[in-house]
């Protein structure tokens, strides 16, 4: 059995997928701006992703810009009955690969059907709509009129799930009256628990969390305590980092993303490592210290 097997399934909208995905974004350049410094690693790492069980892989096409779609096509196309694509709009690139909001009615409209024409699809699994009021992290503000404009496109035939991507509680509640929403994709790490409650109350009804930068991202998260839970138990940091968000709810889905097959498949490893209750006590100092 593939480690990824043993990270168990939940449900993404009506697609089973496995607890343990992929998330596309190193894919592309430095800064997620521009071409891979190696194409065919990245291909290679694309198809490893499949080979080794994964059935979940999260993409934008604001990664690159245009860039990871591609490649996705490129490496995965035909693409397996099982796989779950995932893309995220709201958002554009600037010249000088700043992150733009791209938040219009025709923005988010094009968006769909460039991630559609990238991807080489008829209709998206799943489509985040990334908000963009906060430049480091969710911020307050409507979303009536961004949902309202991909629920058309949903009864339009071209996405089949919506998703919402740096969000407050009160957002997620605007959006919910508006259409479903399968999935919540938030920062969520060891030290970074802002969501501990709504997680909880996510997964009561039966919508998936997302958590991204389960290491701190842009600026990794450095903790003596995770580093010696590692040590002890001869597996990485980001191991034990990913090890902890699969137990800590069976709704978290987990997108670690990579641009290197060995190390696609350390964090794949996550799913074999059990952590025990004196762990998870001694783990919930790394939020203390945070």
């Known amino acids: 059995m593939s480690s990824v097997n043993k990270s168990g399934t939940y449900k993404l909208g009506d697609r089973s997928v496995r607890r343990l995905g992929y998330g596309a974004m190193q894919l592309a350049g430095k800064g997620v701006f ?22 979940h892989i999260d993409t934008s096409d604001y990664y690159g810009p245009y860039v990871t779609n591609k490649l996705i096509r490129e490496a995965l196309s035909p693409y397996p009955d099982d796989l779950t694509l995932v893309t995220k709009i709201g958002a554009r690139r600037g010249e000088d690969a700043s992150w733009l909001p791209a938040f219009t009615a025709d923005e988010l409209e094009q968006a769909v059907h460039d991630n559609l024409r990238n991807l080489g699809l008829e209709v998206m699994d799943v489509v985040n709509l990334r908000i963009m009021f906060g430049v480091h992290g969710p911020a307050e503000g409507s979303i009536e009129a961004q949902v309202t404009k991909l629920a058309e496109l949903q009864r339009k035939g071209l996405v089949r799930h919506i998703g919402l991507s740096n969000v407050t509680r009160a957002q997620i509640a605007e959006g919910r009256k508006i ?112």
């Open 34 to 55: 521009g071409p891979p410094k190696d194409h065919d690693a990245a291909i290679a790492v694309l198809r490893e992703a499949i080979a080794q069980g994964v059935n």
């Open 179 to 290: 259409c479903e929403i399968v999935c919540v994709q938030n920062q969520y790490n060891l030290a970074h628990r802002d969501d501990d409650a709504l997680i909880d109350e996510l997964a009561r009804d039966g919508i998936a969390y997302v958590p991204f930068f389960p290491l701190g991202g842009f600026s990794p998260l450095q903790s003596s305590t995770l580093s010696g839970v590692a040590e002890r138990l001869g597996a990485t940091p980001m191991q034990v980092a990913l090890a902890w968000l699969l137990q800590r709810s069976p709704n978290i889905l987990l997108i670690p993303g990579t641009s290197s097959v060995g190390h696609l498949r350390e964090n794949l490893a996550a799913a074999e490592l059990k952590l025990s209750s004196d762990v998870l006590r001694e783990l919930e100092g790394v939020a203390k210290a945070a």
